[in-house]
């Protein structure tokens, strides 16, 4: 708590008070706006500026990381291990076997046309979006 008296500053740590002048006040405070700093949402409108579609590079990736999934799964079917996650991974397309339409976006009952981008789901890189509802 600053108390400003006649270009005096008083701290309430330190008992000497010492003239300040308006730049060295900004200085000590680091800030011009003090209590009033503008939050990153007020400076500048949305944070996360996220596109409508994916672009044509993101696309390659998306089809490069359904690969390496398949070529994981391949791998695991090969070395003759048996556990239910690798049926279930099995019952899924591959890559090329997927409509273009099923590798970027996924169902979506609130959205119009009932699809929405892959890129807007949460952390979707991680999860398995193969498969939708039959008819959308």
């Known amino acids: 708590m600053a108390e400003f008296?006649?270009?005096?500053?008083?701290?309430?740590h330190d008992t000497t008070t010492a003239i300040c002048t308006p730049v060295q006040?900004?200085?000590?405070n680091?800030?011009?706006f003090g209590v009033f700093r503008p939050t990153a949402?007020?400076?500048s409108g949305l944070l996360w500026k996220t596109p409508w579609k994916l672009s044509p590079t993101r696309k390659?990736?998306?089809r490069a990381r359904l690969k390496r999934v398949d070529a994981v799964i391949e791998a695991v079917r090969a070395s003759g291990v048996q556990c239910n996650a690798l049926d279930r991974a099995?019952?899924?397309p591959k890559e090329h076997e997927m409509p273009a339409k099923d590798k970027y976006t996924v169902f979506s009952?609130?959205?119009r046309g009932y699809r929405k981008g892959i890129h807007k789901v949460p952390k979707w890189t991680?999860?398995?979006l193969r498969v939708n509802p039959k008819g959308f």
């Open 90 to 92: 099995l019952q899924l």
């Open 109 to 111: 009952a609130t959205s």
């Open 30 to 32: 680091g800030s011009m």
């Open 60 to 62: 390659a990736n998306v």
């Open 126 to 128: 991680r999860l398995t």
């Open 41 to 43: 949402v007020s400076l």
């Open 25 to 28: 006040r900004l200085a000590s």
């Open 5 to 12: 008296q006649s270009g005096r500053r008083h701290h309430h």
